[in-house]
């Protein structure tokens, strides 16, 4: 079978038929009267392992020690194949980063193909400093990519550059939330952390609301959910008020959701659902003297007179601490119901009878 008949039931180019035979991978049997390349059939299905073996990224080199080598071990070599072709795919993977986050900038020329570029280097700068620079450093009237800006929050560690990050990204003409979405899904719970602090760091949307909700109700994280519960609490919404609770309770960020417990209780439905849950609580066997002093604290954020008497209760508490806490917070809420009705101040007379300021 000649050269070209060859090429044609293989699908290899001539020229490249004649450089495996310059190489001494596939030789032809035989050959004409003419001199020209005479294939056996045999010749024919080593053409067919050759381009089988290189469709899997062998080298020619390779190839010609797999085909003649009988103590060639498939085993290694296919392992290094793996890591290489895993090496390149993270590459394309990259690369592919890249170009999506140029297009969705939606560049007018190529100076903003330089600038995104420019932006991209800087987040994967292995300096803290310098990717807080990349962020905060822009130039007037660049635009920042709000998908590129999201997937650096989102692998981002250090707690300063992740602030800058959130900022730029919450003040984007883009919101990234898809991709912030798709970061509460991984299955490492400081990637879902940093995605919940930077959804609660967008202006409030519904689809933002309903991915925070869908954190508060099934992630597995407690720091994750806790997260999601302040976020959710500070927009309003009731179905955050047990997480808030239990963070309390289990002294997790727990004056943060007493704050927000406060804001949530200028809704007099909420306000009484609230009270019945930390007078629960303060009532539960496991409420040692550390929980019932965080419960005080809650208690004198709430807005009402109903935290008054509990308080009020409290300070007669067996525990000495858990009581003067409460008397303190009694004093303190005294005082803010006097201001609210206009009367005069309290008298500190200071032991000697009269006002302090007149002292």
């Known amino acids: 079978m000649l050269i070209g008949e060859v090429a044609r039931r293989s699908g290899v180019s001539p020229r490249m038929l004649r450089h495996y035979d310059a190489l001494g991978l596939v030789r032809p049997t035989g050959r004409t009267v003419g001199g020209y390349r005479a294939y056996s059939a045999e010749d024919v299905r080593r053409i067919f392992h050759v381009e089988s073996l290189r469709s899997l990224g062998l080298s020619l080199k390779q190839i010609g020690r797999a085909l003649e080598d009988p103590a060639f071990s498939p085993s290694a070599l296919v392992g290094d194949l793996i890591r290489w072709t895993e090496d390149r795919l993270e590459r394309e993977r990259e690369l592919l980063a890249r170009l999506r986050a140029i297009d969705a900038s939606a560049p007018a020329d190529w100076q903003d193909v330089l600038h995104v570029v420019s932006l991209m280097q ?53 919101d990234g939330l898809a991709t912030l979405a798709a970061g509460l899904h991984s299955d490492d ?60 309770v289990e002294g997790v960020n727990d004056v943060d959701a007493a704050e927000v417990l406060g804001a949530l209780s200028r809704d007099p439905d909420r306000a009484e659902r609230i009270m019945a849950a930390l007078v629960g609580e303060l009532a539960a066997p496991s409420a040692g003297p550390a929980t019932r002093i965080r419960l ?39 005082k803010r ?7 005069p101040p309290p008298v500190d007379s200071g032991g000697d009878g009269r006002p302090s300021d007149a002292r």
Request: glycine content about 10%.
């Open 189 to 248: 719970a400081d990637v879902r952390r940093r995605a919940v602090l930077a959804i609660a760091a967008l202006p409030e949307t519904p689809a933002a609301s309903e991915a925070l909700e869908e954190v508060l109700a099934g992630d597995t994280d407690p720091t994750v959910r806790g997260q999601a519960a302040l976020a959710l609490g500070g927009r309003g919404v009731g179905a955050a008020v047990p997480a808030l609770v239990g963070m309390v």
């Open 337 to 343: 119901s006097a201001e609210d009705r206009g009367d």
């Open 296 to 334: 005080a604290q809650a208690l004198v954020e709430l807005s009402g007179d109903a935290p008054l008497e509990v308080l009020r209760g409290l300070a007669r508490d067996d525990d000495r601490a858990v009581a003067l806490v409460a008397s303190a917070f009694v004093g303190v809420l005294d």
């Open 122 to 174: 800087g987040l994967d700068s292995a300096s803290a400093a310098r990717r807080q620079q990349t962020v905060l450093g822009r130039r007037e009237g660049a635009v920042f990519p709000a998908e590129l800006l999201a997937g650096a929050v989102l692998s981002e560690s250090d707690p300063v550059v992740a602030g800058a990050l959130r900022w730029a990204l919450a003040r984007s003409d883009g």
